[in-house]
């Protein structure tokens, strides 16, 4: 019987076509992060569990996070659950210059249960401002989400604005909720509205006995999301309350400096639902497919905190690459179209030299031309020439022995099926125009 070879649920296997495509994605958003004066940084997969432990809510420390021991160790360990609180950590630890300007792209893990968009193992690419309270700092990160969006072509895209401090004065101040617990708690049911409904988030917030009364306030709240922004803010400006003015004093600000206005929304029922967010918040969304947010993130000014014991404001996003690609192919705005990174593969039979074959690939390479070589010569040129087609290589090059002793090779486009009798100094300008 057969091992089963596949890896386990909810990790992947790239074939190149993939992760072709995926290189090419992540190289496209890491040049829109540099334009914008941000520089990389690296953290590892694996951190010990008292980094991870207190920072993302009960719900991700019970269920999702990874956490193991070795073996042969008492100590306990997680895999990173984002790239977040290991950038608090790298901050605690190296003491940069204000503002720090940074980004990662890696792999981060979550015990999910998998399903479209939504995997264990998944890429994210985080782009964050630490040092920074201005709200100017908030709107540059939407700012680079919305380049992000416009970069690949995405049309039907809006990104949800909310701000933490809105929703913590009006369940504490004006429902009276006091115990923070409890609000986490509403939050984290309110964070699912997307994936299951209003009447089932409903039906999970009265299980906490908050009574009739304030259900119906935090009902008649998340219905507010459906007002304009003007109407939203003339809402918000009903309450009388110091810290709601400053909050929309900020997103007022956020908007006026955001390079499309009308992509954004302000969404009172957005919360996000890890407890680490302070104040603005945000998700990026496409109208088709339903798949979730393609990026979110927001302010954690009091996170590197823990780690340093003196409060460091810090604000970012993160851009999720696998729903990014998921969304992408389902609009065909993306497409497998490059299966290799060779340009040129060389089609030889077995009567030719091979040390003057590998001469002439070396030859190319040296020119910059990525170069395929076989290890064995073909035992025609046409099955030569099938195989580089099927590998989706563009351009074959045929050698013989006469071709060799003459000093001319054959040069076939295999997407054009056009071909030329060239010299060898030659081909740079052909396959590189």
Do not use: H
């Amino acid at each position: 019987m057969r091992e089963d070879v596949s890896p386990p649920k909810g990790f992947r296997d790239f074939q190149p076509e993939d992760e072709i495509l995926r290189k090419e994605i992540f190289s496209r958003i890491e040049k829109i992060f540099q334009r914008y004066g941000f520089d990389p940084i690296e953290t590892p997969m694996v951190e010990k569990w008292e980094t991870l432990a207190g920072k993302y809510g009960e719900e991700a420390e019970k269920r999702l996070i990874w956490r193991f021991k070795l073996p042969y160790s008492e100590k306990e360990f997680g895999l990173r659950y984002d790239l977040t609180v290991p950038l608090a950590r790298f901050v605690a630890r190296f003491n940069p210059r204000f503002p720090f300007k940074v980004y990662q792209i890696g792999r981060v893990f979550r015990y999910e249960d998998p399903q479209k968009g939504r995997y264990r193992e998944f890429w994210q690419c985080d782009v964050d401002i630490v040092g920074e309270s201005s709200p100017l700092a908030d709107a540059e990160i939407l700012n680079i989400v919305i380049d992000v969006f416009e970069e690949f072509g995405f049309k039907n895209y809006t990104i949800k604005v909310n701000d933490r401090r809105i929703l913590r004065e009006i369940f504490e101040k004006f429902l009276g909720i006091s115990d923070y617990s409890t609000i986490l708690k509403i939050y984290r049911i309110i964070d699912k509205l997307d994936k299951i409904g209003k009447e089932k988030v409903l039906l999970l917030l009265k299980e906490l006995n908050l009574g009739e009364k304030v259900l119906e306030q935090i009902e008649s709240f998340i219905d507010a999301s459906k007002l304009s922004n003007e109407e939203i803010f003339r809402y918000l400006e009903s309450f009388d309350s110091s810290e709601i003015k400053v909050a929309i004093e900020s997103l007022k600000t956020i908007l006026d400096f955001s390079k499309k206005k009308d992509r954004i929304k302000i969404d009172l029922s957005l919360v996000r639902g890890l407890d680490y967010y302070t104040g603005m918040i945000y998700e990026a969304v496409v109208e088709e497919p339903k798949i979730g947010s393609l990026s979110g993130g927001g302010r954690y000014d009091n996170l590197i905190g823990i780690f340093t014991g003196n409060k460091i404001p810090a604000v970012g996003g993160s851009i999720g690459v696998e729903r990014l690609i998921d969304a992408g192919l389902e609009l065909g705005i993306f497409k497998k179209e490059k299966k290799t990174y060779s340009k040129v593969g060389i089609v030889y039979t077995k009567d030719v030299d091979v040390k003057k074959v590998w001469k002439i690939a070396d030859y190319l390479r040296s020119k910059g031309i990525n170069t395929f070589v076989p290890f064995e010569g073909y035992s025609g040129i046409l099955d030569g020439v099938k195989d580089l087609d099927k590998r989706g290589i563009q351009f074959a090059l045929i050698i013989g022995k006469k071709e060799i002793e003459e000093g001319k090779l054959t040069l076939q486009n295999l997407l054009t099926r056009e071909r030329q009798v060239v010299k060898l100094e030659e081909i740079d300008k052909i396959v590189k125009g």
